[in-house]
């Protein structure tokens, strides 16, 4: 049965999720570590921002991390090492999924999702999570000004 996701409106039409979806794709990287891995980072950052798992205040943190990485600012390694000195949980006072979620997400249109994401050879998969990941924060960029 065709159909759609609730929170990012991706269609799929014989059927299935996102959260299958993503499920697939961690079991490439889980196979594939050195190809389909490559991208591991940017595939849960997108899959969590674009499904509003994170509380609001994550939200925004995940949105500048993922513009990190996309840049080349930042490095998987790098963030832990940043995270455990900024976000460790002794040191903060927010839950990263608990808590109130983001306001305005459901004003956001999304151009892409998972859907469009192929998963047939490492070489289409990482520039099709580039590219999605890419489109969601172009998507959410009126939201960087509103929570500076
Ligand atoms: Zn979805």
């Known amino acids: 049965m065709p159909a759609i996701c609730p929170q990012c409106g991706a269609q799929w039409p014989e059927g299935g999720s996102c959260r299958e979806r993503f499920e697939l794709c961690l ?23 674009q499904h509003n ?41 927010w839950s990263i999924t608990k808590g109130p979620r983001l306001a305005e997400f459901d004003s956001i249109r999304w151009t892409r999702t998972l859907a469009d994401v192929p998963t047939d050879s490492p070489e289409t998969y990482c520039a099709g999570v580039r590219a999605w990941t890419e489109s969601l924060l172009n998507d959410t960029r009126a939201l960087e000004d509103l929570h500076e």
């Open 27 to 49: 079991a490439h990287e889980y196979e594939h570590p050195e190809s389909y891995g490559a991208v591991h980072h940017l595939l849960v950052t997108g899959y969590m921002l």
């Open 53 to 93: 798992l994170y509380s609001s205040t994550a939200w925004i943190e995940a949105r500048r991390m993922l513009a990190g990485f996309l840049s080349g600012e930042l490095t998987p390694a790098g963030q832990r090492a940043q995270n455990r000195d900024r976000l460790g949980s002794d040191k903060r006072s």
